[in-house]
């Protein structure tokens, strides 16, 4: 059993930035691969990024590429979305998920989560 609590969100000016946390406990956090989506009221889930269990792979969705970056500490079982430049069309729950298969935009091969974060860009 993985828990994963997300932290971080919370309400930014356009232009802005935040960074997103999501600490996990549980075991086995560094063999598993961890990914940001995010759900705006009305919207399906969204993938946003996702990042390999030893960092060194990562994936964004478009429309973040360039303005976010994934990382993670697996010391501190830990995985962190930095998000810069932030637009109102941003504005969602922010979740974490762990996966067994590998970093992928596809959350049904997340099979745990976290409670999620706000994140409120106003314009």
């Known amino acids: 059993q993985v828990l994963l609590a997300e932290s971080g969100g919370g309400l930014v000016q356009a232009g802005g930035s935040l960074r997103l946390s999501c600490a996990a406990s549980?075991?086995?956090?560094?063999?598993?691969?961890m990914g940001w989506f995010r759900q705006a009221p009305g919207k399906e889930r969204e993938f946003v990024s996702a990042?390999?269990?030893?960092?060194?792979?990562?994936i964004f969705e478009d429309s973040v590429k360039g303005r976010s970056t994934i990382s993670r500490d697996n010391a501190k079982n830990t995985v962190y979305l930095q998000m810069n430049s932030l637009k109102p069309e941003d504005t969602a729950g922010y979740y974490c998920?762990?996966?067994?298969?590998?970093?992928?935009?596809?959350?049904?091969?997340?099979?745990?989560w976290g409670q999620g974060t706000q994140v409120t860009v106003s314009s």
């Open positions: 998920g762990a996966s067994d298969r590998g970093e992928t935009a596809d959350w049904g091969d997340y099979g745990y």
């Open positions: 990042i390999s269990w030893n960092g060194q792979s990562t």
């Open positions: 549980g075991g086995a956090f560094s063999r598993r691969a």
